[in-house]
């Protein structure tokens, strides 16, 4: 087997190159989780021929720099694996400084999409980000997040961790506008468990108050934003900013998929991700067509992406 | 010694009715602080012949319902003192319904400046949110947080605890326009420090990373914001959106101090807490008067108002 490994700041993400295997395990790195050890678990398990492996976590605030993430997160894998591992980094699998190899994710899965499906605006909805990387012929994209940040390539927001303070600056509630609390009460996930478009076994990170992922404890979360009981919202109260989380969303990957197509020249979105489907929304509001990844290759290698395609795009190297 | 207590989900202030003690502890209940025992110190070290109280650390999410956190403040509060204890709600020492109590500490301090000042408009600016409060002879606003938002009388904006991500959906980093990030990676204690606007020792709360509170971690913490790191953002760029995130609070204290001055037709303004100097720059701006708490009670009871107010308003009924 070859293991592709996403080491995200929350989740790391792991597939074969065959698509067989698929695992997402919740590992807060800011929180100190374990990594060398459900790392050697996962080594042990599979027993793979060679590893490939991209990274994001370096950005999480147990860090002091980028620099340091990488080496450590480097330095986690190597001691875990006695196979070959190969780190992908934004220009490929050769790199010479180690911070090529800092949030290159995505490129490995728009190298993947350039091979498999050829040009298109390439997007991976995910737990906490959202990448849109044009791709003609080869991927299109700043190297550094904030780079991608500035170029529109890198939109901060996801399906499951974005603090509803920050996304809603205000809300609409019986006709009133009312501004939110900022601080961290509720998050995507809340609004999207509210709505039933997620159930409680998607909600794979931490709720902000530790408590349950059922969907009146949503709901009691989802009023805290706008410093509110539940009994003082109600639960139409808590459902519409739920659908406005939702529409300001959409609205967020539209202007962005609109943006970058229309600079690119790009008639087609491929997406990816756990937002695959939110993607798919924002991109029939503009009349472009949506090419599920889920549908060459099942939903759950699409929620892992680039961890398989990194694998994938070892295999011929080997 | 009577005592004044404004118990806050992440601060306990205490003063005294003759301003000669004052005292804010950081005690976060949201991360179960032993609020009994601390408040069983100050029983011992004070022994004061009375107690006031105000609240709004019910609204801290270890608690499911407002109602549950009042009446767990209350008890802590009772268990801790043998001598009398008096609570404050939103219609004075006389309340019927445990949740009267809930979030009323503004209603104190506005009563005391109604006493000691008459006519303006009451506002103070803590650590987390900020009060805006007309008075005209008595205190005018909604008796719910949630009541207060809508009115534009509680701005959830403060001087340590803000998430910039929240504050500033975009910054302007040399010019070019920048998404930040809306995860809990810098709050507005960051950036004062940043400015020397603040010093270490007044960064009373956690930092967002667990980290120092030198201005070396604060400006780490800054360019996180944007997904960067301070060798690649630079000092310069952190300084920036340290700026923007002042210009911005600015912005909101005068949207809001405008509106309510005009709404109330009142020509001045009554400013505490420790973001005096912040509403004073707002006022100005608007050509209002304004009158600094500190100026007449010292900078030490401007930042603990609530709890010397109602210190002060029990004095008379005992």
Known sequence: MILGLDIGGANT????????????IYLPLWKHAPLTERLSEL?????PRAVAVVMTGELADCFSTKLEGVLSIKAAVESSFSCPVYFWGVRGFSWDDPLELAAANWSASASLVAQDFGQGLFTDMGSTTTDLIPVTGHPLAGRTDLQRLMRGELIYTGMLRTSLGAL???????????PTSPKFFAITADAYLALGEIQPSDYTCDAPDGGGKDLTSALRRLARTVCADLEE???????EISKQAKARQIYLLKRGIE??????????????????????????????????????????????????????????KL
Chains 1, 2 share one sequence.
């Open 13 to 24: 993400k792991a597939a074969s190159s065959d698509g067989a295997y698929v695992e997402s």
């Open 43 to 47: 080594a042990v398990r599979n027993n």
């Open 168 to 178: 809603l600056p205000e809300v609409m509630i019986k006709g009133c506008k009312v």
């Open 233 to 239: 919202l109600g639960e139409d109260g808590a459902i």
């Open 259 to 316: 943006w970058l197509c229309s600079a690119y020249d790009l008639d087609r979105v491929i997406a990816a991700g756990i937002g695959e489907g939110l993607l798919a929304d924002a991109t029939q509001t503009l009349g472009l067509d949506c090419i599920l990844i889920s549908a060459r290759y099942g939903r759950k290698l699409s929620s892992v992406f680039p961890a398989y395609a990194v694998a994938r795009l070892l295999e011929p």
